[in-house]
């Protein structure tokens, strides 16, 4: 039986879209099929549709305006690295740090599981856009969904609607992308990116890394393909500009792994020792970069939102996107007080003594267990933060005058440092780690290797994904400087030596510097570490010899480090570049072994 479908007249005349759609409705036998093109009028019909079949809850629309709650599935709360898939004919084009299947076979298990899984349900057609319109890299895709709480999810992370039917026009050149909640069994759960037929396919889960596939399936692992082949970078880095008092704006990308503060870091607020300074915010998690005719390297931030965790989130961390909160958002996860607001970990207030829980359970202050998941997130449009910058809507994107990486490490990586040039700077990326955390798989301390935070996320062999980054600095004449900070220097007593959040701007402020010619530094073995009178520390509540702690070197430990690096390194085989190769080498003669 032929699926209804309930708005005809929102059809995309586009006849690739029509058959592809129809394609996947024979497969899944959804009952309805809902074009949508992101009206008002539109949103407010999902949301009483979320209401009614309860993917949504109403929150205290008087506290909270346009606010509402997402309770998943216990079982679907987080990204599920292990069974993502990059799915190319070649094994050995999706490399060492992916999980590899043959596209012929992923084909055939997904479809068995999409066969009939939408009876009784709707799909929505999606049609979305990332990127700026007119920008010369911004990508269309289409995404199919039975879930009415992604669709909703979507027109917030994405410029959906009719700006992406105008931009593909009766081109056939858009990301074919399917998903199914089926029965969310772990079982039946697959992600997969078929990067050469520009195809993503995920089943059997709701949660937003897996299911709003605009986000890292597109704009990074299937857009790190194409930034390959078509000759740009596809980067999980959030965008921010710094202007100073003067008002000169410079603008950085920065990138780090999670339970780092990248988003914190893009909405930063100024301390009050550094008036006149002002940030603005292009983008918090996903940059893509080209090289522009001026041979300088731009980003522009392809998605529309923000889809952040929310425990630890308070207005001490991160004022900016507390504010952007306070209406038309959805949470997901989080507790739900008596009054219909909402409270979690690490908010800076009081929790309350009676509310329910992220599993829809009474929870109480004294539980043992937490009352918002470690994982909880939030979902609001960028347009709603107070540092929204409006260069996220410049189709050229805006010019990159840093690149930052950074991790969290207790003793080895001082405060900041500088690369001493590109083919440097790529090594420091490579080379970036991070210790887990409790909210991270794995052991708690443990070191992770995650390059350029894009571990999970290159969608080819991360020999490959080096030399790309390599062969793009050859081609930039201005290539921006590279730098790697550390928010993260601990005591003998484990306690944290730089202040951060606010403070952080101090160290920006001697990057923009460093890039301007006008900041003294240090070159040590790793690189150029600020010298001591050259950071901003006016206001700031540390002594010298804290100051000089954080900026530190110690060389035993980074010669335990360096033999990490080369027990990582030597995992891609003979794709590794020699480049990186000479930079350690280099490394470990300049550390005297």
Not at 415 to 423: E, H, N, P
Request: charged share 25%; with cysteine; hydrophobic share 35%.
């Amino acid at each position: 039986m032929e699926p209804e479908i309930i708005n005809k007249e929102k059809m995309p005349s586009n006849e690739h879209v029509i058959k592809w759609v129809n394609e996947m409705a024979a497969m899944c036998k959804p009952d309805k099929i809902q074009y949508l093109d992101a009206s008002e009028e539109e949103e407010k019909e999902l949301i009483e549709e979320a209401l009614r079949v309860g993917d949504l809850i109403k929150l205290n629309q008087e506290k909270m305006p346009g606010c509402y709650l997402h309770r998943s599935a216990q079982n679907d709360v987080a990204r599920t690295e292990k069974l993502t898939f990059v799915c190319t004919q070649k094994e050995e084009d999706a490399g060492p740090t992916n999980n590899w299947m043959a596209p012929a076979d992923a084909y055939k298990k997904l479809a068995e599981i999409y066969d009939g899984s939408m009876k009784g349900r709707t799909m929505y057609v999606v049609p979305f856009l990332m990127g700026p319109k007119g920008s010369m890299f911004c990508k269309v895709g289409f995404e199919l969904t039975d879930s009415v709480y992604v669709a909703l999810n979507m027109r917030k992370m994405t410029r959906m609607g009719k700006i992406a039917l105008e931009e593909l026009g009766d081109s056939d050149d858009f990301t074919k992308c399917l998903h199914g909640k089926a029965d969310l069994n772990m079982e039946r759960r697959f992600i997969c990116h078929f990067p050469e037929d520009n195809t993503i396919w995920s089943v059997g889960s709701g949660y937003g890394g897996n299911a709003l596939l605009g986000k890292k399936c597109l704009a990074l692992r299937m857009a790190s393909f194409l930034g390959k082949k078509e000759g740009w970078l596809a980067e999980h880095m959030l965008i921010m500009g710094l202007e100073s008092p003067k008002g000169d704006i410079h603008y950085v990308a920065a990138a780090f792994p999670s339970a780092c503060g990248k988003t914190n870091l893009a909405m930063l607020i100024p301390p009050e020792s550094m008036p006149g300074w002002k940030i603005w915010t292009v983008g918090d998690d996903i940059a893509w970069m080209h090289i522009n005719e001026d041979g300088k390297l731009y980003a522009v931030n392809p998605e529309a939102g923000f889809f952040g965790v929310v425990p630890g989130t308070s207005m001490k961390t991160n004022p900016s996107v507390m504010k952007a909160m306070e209406k038309n958002t959805i949470f997901t996860n989080v507790v739900m007080k008596d009054d219909g607001t909402v409270w979690w970990e690490g908010m800076g207030e009081e929790a309350p003594k009676k509310a329910t829980n992220w599993k829809g359970e009474l929870w109480t202050s004294d539980s043992e267990e937490k009352g918002a998941h470690p994982n909880s997130r939030f979902t609001v449009s960028i347009k709603n933060t107070p540092t929204y910058s409006k260069e996220w809507e410049n189709p050229n994107g805006v010019p990159i005058s840093a690149i930052v990486f950074g991790g969290r490490r207790a003793k080895v990586a001082p405060l900041v440092y500088q690369s001493f040039d590109w083919q440097h700077g790529t090594f420091v990326g490579a080379t970036a780690a991070s210790e887990q955390t409790a909210a991270a798989e794995g052991q708690v301390g443990a070191i992770r290797h995650d390059p350029m935070a894009m571990l999970p996320f290159a969608g080819y062999h991360m020999g490959d994904y080096f030399k790309h980054w390599l062969e793009m600095g050859k081609k930039t004449k201005h290539a921006p400087k590279i730098f790697h900070v550390n928010w993260f220097r601990t005591d003998d007593d484990g306690n944290f030596i730089w202040p951060g959040f606010g403070e952080n701007l101090r160290v920006l402020k001697w990057i923009i510097e460093r890039v301007k010619d006008e900041a003294e530094a240090v070159k040590t073995p790793i690189g150029y570490v600020p010298h001591q009178k050259s950071l901003h520390t006016e206001g700031l509540n540390m002594s010298e010899d804290d100051i000089e702690s954080v900026l530190s070197i110690d060389k035993e430990a980074w010669n335990e480090e360096v033999k990490k690096q080369e027990e990582f390194f030597n995992k891609f085989g003979d794709k590794f570049p020699q480049e990186l190769w000479d930079e350690h080498k280099k490394l470990k003669e300049r550390l005297g072994k």
